[in-house]
């Protein structure tokens, strides 16, 4: 059995952990010997949102690569949610002396490592995806990283500026999301290089091959929303054979982290469990999904939507710790089943 799933950021990373701990579970309960191994060849491999990858101070950062790598190696820091644990900073101060990056965004030393790594291996000629497959060789991740493309595209976002000629002015997300934490109304987000990127290599195959394909409770927008905005990965989920089933990022009309909230209002979309699904769109009406999780708050949004083509269950959401998060996994898997066996 394959499990695709679709994520980023920090809610990707640990619904990722929670899913790889879920399987684990099922392989070590399943019981008789067929069923333990059945259970042990479950594969999943996760398509990694790159929109928000940037050069800086000369050396190539894939976030949301990197929180997924570091999360399921162990060694991320839990407590920021971002970055090594363990982590010291004296690098990051000796650039800002020097003037060289930002000095709002701040590189840790082990995690310059990766980035110094990455970018020299770059050098040589590997592209992300060749990348990638040499990162997770350091650690037993349990799971397969795949960035969504191996083209540069970086998201920037549109803000109001009246000091310019236009009334606008355009900056990295990452400038926009760490430096001004969403505040400056966004416009619109564009994805450089759309025109000519494609999936990187294993990306539709791995969702055409898929037994179940998964949409972590990451950014709608900027993380599965980039994804999605590949050419080709979007046909791809709509052609799958495997059921597709999301989990809201939204909690009580709440994000659950950071600010997809400021997202989701530039796009023109409530910041509520519903309003996501209809977003995303049921398969059988254009859109991707054929299941949608919300949390036991957002019951209602089975009534709602009701008649939207999309099977919708209400299960705790809240990822507090590795069994919660594992938890949630499950609740995933078994209404991918469920959606299968109903013929949704």
Not at 59 to 75: C, E, I, K, N, W
Request: charged letters at 25%; proline letters at 4%.
């Amino acid at each position: 059995m394959q499990i695709t799933v679709l994520a980023g950021g920090v809610g990707g990373s640990r619904f990722v952990r929670g899913l790889r701990e879920e399987v684990g579970r099922r392989a070590a309960g399943s019981g008789d010997e067929a069923s333990v191994r059945r259970a042990q060849d479950i594969a999943v491999d996760v398509i990694v949102n790159t929109g928000d990858d940037l050069w800086l101070a000369g050396v190539r950062l894939m976030p949301d690569f990197d929180s997924l790598l570091y999360s399921l190696a162990g060694v991320n820091d839990a407590e920021r949610g971002w970055g090594r644990a363990g982590e010291s900073e004296r690098v990051a101060a000796e650039l800002r002396e020097w003037g060289v990056g930002w000095p709002w965004f701040t590189l840790g030393d082990l995690d310059l490592g990766t980035h110094l790594a990455r970018t020299a291996w770059l050098r040589e000629g590997l592209t992300p995806t060749q990348v990638g497959e040499r990162l997770q060789r350091r650690w037993e991740l349990g799971v397969h990283l795949r960035p969504a493309t191996d083209a540069e595209v970086d998201t920037h976002v549109e803000v109001a500026d009246p000091d310019e000629l236009d009334g606008t002015r355009e900056l990295h997300f990452q400038e926009w999301w760490t430096r001004y934490r969403a505040s400056l109304p966004a416009i619109a987000f564009r994805q450089r290089n759309l025109d000519v990127a494609e999936p990187a290599p294993g990306v539709v195959e791995s969702i055409l091959g898929a037994d179940l394909v998964l949409v972590a409770p990451s950014n709608p927008v900027v993380s599965i929303g980039t994804i999605l905005a590949v050419p080709g990965i979007r046909e791809a989920i709509r052609a799958t054979h495997a059921p597709v089933v999301g989990i809201s990022p939204i909690i009580g009309g709440k994000v659950v982290r950071g600010m997809a909230d400021a997202c989701l209002t530039a796009i023109g979309v409530e910041t509520d469990a519903a309003a996501v699904a209809r977003h995303y769109g049921a398969r059988s009406a254009d859109g991707i999904l054929d299941g949608w999780l919300v949390d036991e708050a957002d019951a209602s949004a089975t009534g709602s939507l009701a008649g939207s083509g999309l099977e919708v269950r209400a299960v705790p959401l809240w990822m507090r710790d590795l069994d919660t998060s594992a938890a949630l996994a499950g609740a995933a898997i078994d209404l991918g089943a469920a959606v299968t066996s109903s013929g949704a």
